[in-house]
């Protein structure tokens, strides 16, 4: 029903578009350009590329001289490295002097499949979530993958932006808007709100289409900003649908959920359930398997929706 | 020094670990074949020949320790722990499967034989100072093995733990840089160069001593060599072949950390069986 395409292909395209127009575009990689796609940049634009080889923290650290020094950086790397393995260098070097580095991570979440824990991470958008200055990106397909590298490297400042290594649905079109900060309804209804980032906003749409089959209307929201979060659509949903389901390929631990529900808490309270990867580390296998054995599937929103509906 | 039993032996566990390694990543449909069959020949001289270790007690507290710090070459380390005994030799192609022990890197609290969780790269060699300074502690006679890949090298963690040892005097740890040159983006020289790689590890207090990672004979006298240095640990760069022993992975990049495909696959296997023969026409009979 929808096209499949690749996030980091989109990233690894737009950034040599981007690199024809700004000259001060550096990138950086640690030992993955074939797998982050910064290779296509690398190719193009060889002197404005930096190898690190395996050795991310210093990469940050570099990150963060270039970007002192008037260069745009875009560092990337698999998501459980770029994240978790420099947190220091990330918090101290790039987040607190608010540099202009944008940490744009692939493979994320448990769709890493074979490589197993070591290498899936489900804890990377609750570690960037919590540095101050830092905002946190996470578009839904490769559409808008492009726009958001384009949006973050626009605007000054740290950006953290992950990406799956799967392929994934693409369900949104080349001339809806982007903007930083700002959810969009993908489709209305009215008796409870699905508020999904990443690869699950189109779990959510499925699941919306499974619910409609049983008389139930559903919103569904991208949340392709996690921070700052858009508190005004996620209050406005829960004010008229009364009932929120939130959906992430991401620990239920600090990520969408949490925002969304703290949010909620404090402004406007209404039932939430979180659908999310569960509190333990993931294992090797496909990934679509894994979806299903961590409980990220259109089936598992489904029920989270009618038990929030429940407790209205 | 090595007689022509050991060297038999030896022979043909190499080569049916390779063959379990190729079998392994085709049927999972990802992992590492090259760094796995760079490793190959080391892994089956340690754990057949050097080290004090009971397939059937794998946690008995005398052992001799190995942390695969290079994580991702878990198809070597699988395949020769199984040819061991350590568990079954069917297990091997449930690699990377959801519900497998076998994991695509290696999970302590997962596998018996695992004695350590790795796959973010240089991280292994902290680890093992850890071990080495638990049987100082304990007045234990174990030795603690670990190895590196040439790229892993690059982690400024590597170089913390390098320092670790040293001023520890940790010469119950030896260890192994599978130099075969190469990393995910290229040549490790064109990547982030590591020469001089010998007088690095010196100049952080090592013993180093630089062999042939493929012959069992020079990873024999190195490992004794090593375990005759008092004061400093050790450092043994072995030269090796990345994707060594199937002739289209040797010296690729491209197979780093991608199975061979249905043709591919066939070929290797020739090959291997191949090399099979010729060892039972050098050696007379097989195992
Ligand atoms: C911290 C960390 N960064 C990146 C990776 C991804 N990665 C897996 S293998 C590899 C290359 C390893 O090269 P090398 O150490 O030379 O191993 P070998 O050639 O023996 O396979 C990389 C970058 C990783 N596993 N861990
Ligand atoms: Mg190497």
């Given amino acids: 029903m929808w096209e499949m395409a690749s996030q980091r292909v989109a990233f690894g395209k737009t950034l040599v578009e981007i690199g024809k127009e700004n000259p001060d575009l550096v990138l950086l990689g640690a030992d993955l350009s074939s797998s982050t796609k910064t290779s296509f940049f690398e190719r193009e634009f060889p002197e404005r590329f930096f190898n690190c080889g395996i050795a991310e923290a210093n990469m940050m650290g570099v990150s963060a001289g270039l970007a002192a020094s008037g260069k745009v950086v875009v560092a990337s790397t698999f998501a459980v490295f770029a994240t978790g393995r420099c947190y220091d260098q990330i918090r101290q070097s790039i987040a607190y002097p608010r540099l202009n580095v944008k940490i744009v991570a692939s493979h994320a979440g448990i769709t890493v499949g074979g490589d197993g824990a070591s290498h899936q991470t489900a804890e990377d958008i609750a570690l960037m979530k919590v540095i101050p200055n830092m905002r946190v990106i996470v578009p839904a397909d490769a559409v808008e993958t492009g726009k958001a590298v384009r949006a973050i490297i626009e605007e000054e400042g740290p950006f953290y932006m992950r990406m799956g290594r799967s392929d994934v649905p693409t369900i949104t079109k080349e001339d809806d808007p982007f903007e930083i900060g700002k959810a969009t309804v993908m489709r209305d209804g009215s008796d409870v709100s699905l508020i999904g980032t990443g690869i699950m906003v189109s779990q959510a749409l499925k699941a919306a289409e499974m619910l409609r089959l049983e008389g139930i209307e559903a919103e569904v929201i991208n949340m392709s900003t996690l921070k700052p979060l858009d508190e005004e659509t996620t209050i406005r949903a829960a004010k008229k649908t009364g009932a929120v389901v939130t959906t992430e390929e991401h620990s239920v631990i600090f990520g969408l959920g949490n925002s969304v529900a703290i949010t909620l808490g404090e402004k406007y309270p209404v039932p939430v359930k979180r659908v999310g990867i569960p509190d333990r580390f993931g294992e090797s296998g496909e990934w679509d398997a894994l979806m299903v054995k961590y409980g990220l599937t259109p089936e598992n929103i489904v029920s989270a929706a009618k038990e929030v509906i429940k407790q209205k | ?287």
């Fill in chain 2, 1 to 287: 020094m090595i007689d022509e039993e050991t060297l038999k032996k030896l022979s043909f566990k190499a080569n049916a670990v390779r063959k379990h390694v190729i079998e392994m990543v085709y049927a999972a449909g990802s992992g590492h074949p090259g760094g796995s069959l760079s490793a190959t020949d080391m892994l089956v001289t340690l754990y057949f020949h050097i080290m004090n270790y009971d397939p059937e007690n794998p946690t008995w507290e005398e052992r001799d320790r190995f942390v695969l710090s290079k994580g991702h070459a878990a198809p070597a380390l699988y395949a020769t722990l199984a040819e061991l005994g350590v568990f079954p030799v069917d297990e091997l192609l449930t690699l990377r499967k959801i519900g497998s022990r076998l994991q695509g890197h290696p999970d302590m609290r997962k596998l018996p034989g695992i004695e350590a969780s790795t796959g973010s790269l240089g991280q292994g060699l902290s680890i093992a100072n850890g071990m080495a300074l638990a049987a100082k502690l304990d007045r234990k006679l174990y030795n603690v093995f670990v190895m590196l890949g040439d790229g892993e090298v690059g982690e400024g963690q590597v170089w913390e733990a390098a320092m670790f040892a040293s001023h520890y005097k940790l010469d119950n740890l030896i260890g192994f840089v599978d130099r075969n040159r190469l990393q995910i983006d290229g040549e490790t020289e064109k990547v982030m160069s590591l020469e001089p790689l010998t007088e690095k590890w010196r100049s952080f207090g090592w013993a180093v001593r630089e062999i042939n990672g493929h012959d069992f004979e020079e990873i024999i006298d190195a490992v004794e060599w090593a375990k005759g240095i008092k004061g400093r640990p050790a450092m043994i760069i072995a030269h090796t072949i990345k994707g060594k022993g199937v002739s289209f992975m040797e010296g690729s990049v491209h197979f780093h950390g991608k199975p061979p495909n249905d043709e591919e696959y066939r070929i290797a296997l020739n090959e291997l069986e191949d090399e099979r023969k010729r060892l039972v026409e050098e050696f007379g009979g097989g195992s």
